[in-house]
């Protein structure tokens, strides 16, 4: 059976760092409040970086570990929720970045379920038969549109900007995807949502909508929490079922880094241990989006924590809301 395999994977954040204590001269709130609700110790930001430079970055370290030029590329899949443009998108934005005109190229906006859904696209592109050799990039850059006022401090202190991007090759091997289970439930959109520009307005983008705080991110941080640890959990053991596979085979889990209490409610619902089975990189980075899972799992394999033959759970839950997971044989 013709499977798809994760071959290579880059990843980029911007160099600027901003620490608890860089945002507790912005807001009112505390390094203490932020690493015990949240995990978080620091995160990147763009300093006149644009979605695409982080992606390009990504992208090019990523086909040179495939040991492949741009031109390799068959397809582009391309995950972020703030592209250079509002439209076009980043897809085609990234065949000029990577001077490849002409290649095929798809946009989703799966928010932090982005390369879980991405996975899903070229998982089926590739056994199809549609397209060998696919390029799934994630870049988000959401600190332009945080509040960075106390009034928006219980969600600009959670996201980081940056990039992972991973080369999928066939294979008739064992190894590979194997298999990917994908949800979503627009009943709770506006419990983590980004308002404008919105077809709800007319004109979708005016002063007074920027006033009203509709050109940031916004979150009802409860309803997403209740909703996480219960949604995580459940999409695992779907996908290891799928899969055929028992809790005791998994070598690792690299959940969407949202928040290390939602990684330590999730790992205790499944009864697996934290700092042995489910990997954590997020007091680094904060919550970087649909890029939050590649580079947990860039540095899970820089770190010796992922060897070939190993089974990996990968599982995200996000604005949508969306979730997912897949159980891959590395
Ligand atoms: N610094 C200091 N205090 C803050 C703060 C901050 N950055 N953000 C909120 N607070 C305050 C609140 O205003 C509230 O004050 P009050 O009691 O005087 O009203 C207090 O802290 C407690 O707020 P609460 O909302 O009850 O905190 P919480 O324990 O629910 O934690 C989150 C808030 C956002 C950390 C938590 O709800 C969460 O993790 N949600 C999931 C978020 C997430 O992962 N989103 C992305 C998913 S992809």
Redesign the pocket.
């Known amino acids: 059976m013709r499977r798809a395999y994760i071959d290579s994977i880059g990843m980029y954040v911007p160099p600027k760092i901003v620490t608890n204590k860089d945002?507790e001269a912005m807001?009112?709130?505390?390094d203490e409040?932020?690493r015990e609700?949240?995990g978080i110790h620091e995160r990147h930001h763009v300093d006149g970086e644009c979605t695409t430079d982080l992606a390009l970055k990504a992208a090019e370290e990523a086909l040179e570990k495939a040991g492949m030029t741009a031109e390799d590329i068959d397809h582009i899949i391309f995950s972020t929720m703030a592209s250079d443009y509002f439209a076009p998108g980043g897809g085609p934005m990234m065949t000029r970045r990577l001077g490849i005109p002409g290649t095929p190229a798809v946009d989703i906006r799966m928010?932090?379920s982005g390369f879980l859904y991405g996975l899903s696209i070229a998982k089926a592109f590739i056994e199809s038969g549609a397209y060998d050799n696919i390029l799934l990039i994630t870049s988000e850059v959401q600190s332009v549109a945080l509040d960075f006022s106390?009034a928006g401090?219980?969600?600009?202190?959670?996201?980081g900007d940056g990039a992972a991007a991973v080369v999928l090759k066939p294979t008739d091997e064992q190894r590979g995807i194997q298999s990917i289970v994908t949800h979503s439930d627009g009943r709770y959109a506006e419990d983590?949502m980004l308002r404008s520009p919105s077809t709800l307005d007319n004109p979708f983008q005016s002063h007074e909508i920027l006033d009203k705080g509709h050109g940031k991110v916004t979150?009802?941080?409860?309803?997403?929490?209740k909703h996480?640890i219960t949604k995580f959990p459940q999409v695992i053991k779907e996908a290891l079922e799928a899969a055929g596979v028992e809790k005791s085979e998994v070598k690792l889990v690299v959940p969407?880094q949202?928040?290390l209490?939602?990684t330590e409610a999730v790992a205790n619902r499944l009864d697996l241990e934290l700092h042995k089975v489910v990997y954590s990189n997020i007091h680094k980075y904060g919550?970087t989006?649909s890029a939050s899972i590649p580079i947990a799992m860039y540095e899970a394999l820089a770190e010796g924590r992922i060897n070939r033959g190993d089974i990996v759970v990968v599982a995200?839950?996000?604005?949508g809301f969306t979730w997912g997971a897949s159980v891959i044989q590395w």
């Open positions: 945002l807001m009112d709130t505390s409040w932020i609700r949240s928010a932090c106390t401090r219980d969600t600009a202190v959670l996201f983590l979150m009802n941080g409860r309803s997403v929490f996480a969407h949202a928040n209490r939602i919550n989006t995200s839950f996000g604005a």
